[in-house]
């Protein structure tokens, strides 16, 4: 039986994990990173892919950089090596050990958006569709070639956590129809176009901050592209006040970008750059839990008043 290593990190690699399991492939070791620190407590956390290996009861192995140290992968003399957001590049030496290469399960049309976050990059740059490649893997960073892929139509009403889970399970599926044409030496194999590259960066804290000037439509792509992590801020009498949700509504309006125009138990009425304006359903004041609107209006919020800005 062909002997399989599964590397990989977050909940987007677990459905992946657990469909090699299911097909009787032979996973003789599962990587993943070490385990964190997590919440305010910061509490050692493990990876969720960890977990999905402990309960199957497979040895797990946690480097902290894979480039110094991936003997123990070396030692098992692996077949195929499969990797799904495993969160660090994989050096030469290693990606040379299994005899059927290395593929990865990425979350995107490659090579659109190579890198670390292409689910919150592709509502965040307003893309109508996205999808899942399987690619062999090579030392520059989702430039593999494309082995096969799965588009989906991006819904206006996606987050990154709906679109997640969809692409996941689209991940496991594709990858289930794809191994076997690698071990059987079927498996197409088709160069990138490098010059169609863009890429999706992890989010830094300044890609975070809501800019009221920009078009109602960018910036509801920005409180979905940011839901339900890291989520995504303004700002409200000097304070952090984090925006989890949100709709477009439907008034046009002549008030500055950033001024609330109305509030009501449907929620805050903020007015953005192109005279139109969005809708905040879900929102958390600072040092306060997460909270509906009309919660917050009706409690802490209770001062908050139309004609006021948000981000000042």
Known sequence: ????????????????LERIIAEGYQVDLVVTQPDRPRGRK??????PVKEAAEKHQIPVFQPEKIKDNFQPIADLKPDLIVTAAFGQLLPKGLLEIPAYGCINVHASLLPALRGGAPIHYSILEGHEKT????????????????????ALTIEESDDVGSL????A?????????????????????????DSLATFAPNITRD???IDWNLSQQSVYNKIRGLHPWPVAFTLWQGKIFKVYQAEKAMQANSQPAGTII?????GITVATGDKKAVRLTTVQPAGKKKMTAAEFLRGVGSNLKVGEKLGE
């Open 1 to 16: 039986m062909n002997k399989i290593i599964f590397m990989g990190t977050p909940d987007f690699a677990v459905p992946v």
């Open 42 to 47: 910061r509490v050692m956390t493990p990876p």
């Open 131 to 150: 999808g899942i490649t399987i690619m062999y893997m090579a030392e520059k960073l989702d430039a593999g070639d494309i082995i096969s892929q799965h």
């Open 164 to 167: 997640h889970d969809k692409l």
């Open 169 to 193: 399970t689209i991940g496991a599926d594709l990858l289930s129809n794809t191994i076997p044409s690698i071990f059987s030496g079927e498996a197409n194999r088709e160069r990138q176009d």
């Open 207 to 209: 890609q975070e901050k």
């Open 262 to 266: 109305n509030t009501s138990e449907e």
